[in-house]
């Protein structure tokens, strides 16, 4: 019996050592992506992402967003009210990540809208109407352009400039880093690097609070 007990206490320190290791490594990684999350051209951060709130907020909620997705669409006013809420301690940015059907033709146009100053106004008639354009079995991105005429949009030159080799190039680059990142689904959330590991809308404002008292203060809520 004291020789088990004496060949059991090797593989309890083994176990311990790699519980601690995998804590150190987590942390780690942990650091490293808030590290990226602070930089402007990372993975989290493209210099063609559109943004939403202040540039010099110290919190940073970034989404992988596809036009197609359903879930997006209810998050969309939501995220908008968060850093509304926030008062000028967070900001949005915005990757695409067309997942769906269609959804890289949406995303084409969003980007040729971003050109021209109208990513938003764009991007919320495409989710207005987006049952008619991007349903899930019938998704009919013909019918795009003609749900954004009519935002302001100068539709010669968006049209040109949705099949640029620039504007592919970015929206490729979205989808470079979804997948480094391993986002799978959308909507995808990190705040100030850190992952939505719980999905929800109360989830995503406890860790953006969290976020926002580490940046600013534990009184800044």
Known sequence: MNRQRLMAVPAILLLLVFA???????????????????QPNSVFNRPHSPTYGPADAKVRIVEFFDPACETCRAFYPLVKNLVDSQQGRVQLVMRYAPFHAGADKAVQAME?????????????ALLRHQSTWGA?????????WSIVDGTGLNMIK????????????NIEQDLADAAALNVTRTPGFFVN?????????????????????????AGAN
């Open 20 to 38: 601690v290791a995998a804590v150190a490594y987590n942390r780690m990684e942990a650091r490293k992506l808030a590290e990226l999350a602070r």
């Open 112 to 124: 040729a809208a971003r050109l021209q100053g109208m990513f938003w106004p764009v991007t919320q």
């Open 136 to 144: 899930d079995h019938n998704p009919r991105p013909d019918l795009i």
């Open 158 to 169: 968006a049209r040109d400039d949705a099949a640029s080799p620039q504007v592919i190039a």
């Open 193 to 217: 690097g850190r992952p939505l590991k719980d999905f929800g809308h109360q989830q995503l404002k406890a860790l953006v609070e969290d976020e926002v008292a580490l940046a600013y203060g």
